[in-house]
């Protein structure tokens, strides 16, 4: 093999290399910041709980908030770390439930998002208890374009 095809070759597998990984200058930007209206559902027994997501998405980062619960028991997470990349999202929220006594909370979620929608799996944690879940929403207001 020549000098010039073992070059060539060398080069088909890195620009693949990067295709593979998402880093791609192809890959077309993604901003899934703004309000996410939707439900979790536990899968051990099957109820489901609204839930809605503030999200602040910069660069690869998310930040913002959860909402969610029956009315009678509402709670407010903060995203402590959050990732958003191609296709695929996942992030850490956590909080304390205003229940008597109070009980901390920790909501993990993994997912695909495709233009207005995402969904995936998770998990929900209440004082070291963990609890296995679906989760989906839909984008309900988009975050103002920034100038």
Known sequence: MSKLQKAIIARVLLLAA??????????????????????????????????????????????????????????????TSGRARTVTMSLEASGVLATNPPQDVTLELKGDFHQNRMSGTGTQTVNGTTYELTWEATLIVPAAPTE
């Open 18 to 79: 990067f295709w593979l990984s998402g880093c791609s200058f192809f890959s077309s930007p993604i901003d899934i910041s703004g309000l996410w209206e939707g439900h979790i559902e536990w899968i051990h027994n099957g109820i489901q709980s609204p839930i809605t997501l503030d999200l602040i998405h910069v660069d690869r980062d998310l930040a913002g908030t959860i909402t969610g619960g029956p009315s009678s028991l509402q709670y407010e997470l903060t995203i």
